[in-house]
Nanobody
Framework: QVQLVESGGGSVQAGDSLRVSCQAS????????MAWFRQAPGKEREFVAG????????NYAASVKERATISRDNTKITVSLQVNSLKPEDTAVYYC?????????????????WGPGTQVTVSS
């Protein structure tokens, strides 16, 4: 089994930048693609960004494409997401996800392991 733990959430002002990170542990040999999803109050969980094992393929949601950067460190089995120019609509719980398959897919069903989430709140 793979355990994922997110860190780096918090409360920021609109226009600020924030970086969230995720550490994998346990049977990390199973980790291939990794991704970030988010869920705002009263809304469904949505894809934010994904990255392939090698890091060569990255995929972003249209809502963050010009403002976000996903990266990973395979020596530490971590994945990070930096979002710049934050907006109040970026407020959500951000979840880290990992798949046993490769590919920066934007579908929740593609990912087998999930972290508990970290809250990001953006104030106007």
């Amino acid at each position: 089994q793979v355990q994922l733990v997110e860190s780096g959430g918090g409360s920021v002002q609109a226009g600020d930048s924030l970086r969230v990170s995720c550490q994998a542990s346990g049977s990390t040999f199973q980790v291939n693609a990794m991704a970030w999803f988010r869920q705002a109050p009263g809304k469904e969980r949505e894809f934010v960004a994904g990255i392939s094992w090698s890091g060569a393929t990255k995929n972003y949601a249209a809502s963050v494409k010009e403002r976000a950067t996903i990266s990973r460190d395979n020596t530490k089995i971590t994945v990070s997401l930096q979002v710049n120019s934050l907006k109040p609509e970026d407020t959500a719980v951000y979840y880290c996800a990992a798949s046993t398959s490769d590919g920066a897919k934007g579908y929740a069903w593609f990912y087998h392991f999930w972290g508990p989430g970290t809250q990001v709140t953006v104030s106007s």
